[in-house]
C-alpha cells in the first residue's frame, strides 16, 4: 500500500527512528489506532486478560484500573 508523499516520508523516519521495517511500523500503528479509538481490546500485563471495558475505552488504558 503506498501513501502520500508526506506519510510516506514520515513512515520511512519512524522507522529508521525505531529500528523496524515498513510493515512491522505499520501494523503497529495500525493496532495503536485501533485499540485508542476502543476498536481493539487492550491486552493487560496477563496476555490472557482483557481490561476493555467497551462503555468506556478510556478507562482499559494501562494504569487506570
Do not use: H
Not at 529508521?16 to 491486552?43: H, K, S
Not at 496476555?47 to 475505552?57: L, R
Amino acid at each position: 500500500m503506498l501513501f502520500d508523499d508526506d506519510v510516506e516520508l514520515a513512515l520511512a523516519l519512524a522507522c529508521e527512528e525505531l529500528q523496524m521495517t515498513r510493515d512491522e511500523a505499520i501494523r503497529l500503528l495500525v493496532r495503536e489506532w485501533l485499540q485508542n479509538y476502543g476498536f481493539l481490546p487492550i491486552c493487560g500485563a496477563d496476555k490472557n486478560i482483557w481490561s476493555y471495558d467497551a462503555a468506556s475505552p478510556d478507562e482499559a488504558a494501562p494504569g487506570n484500573k
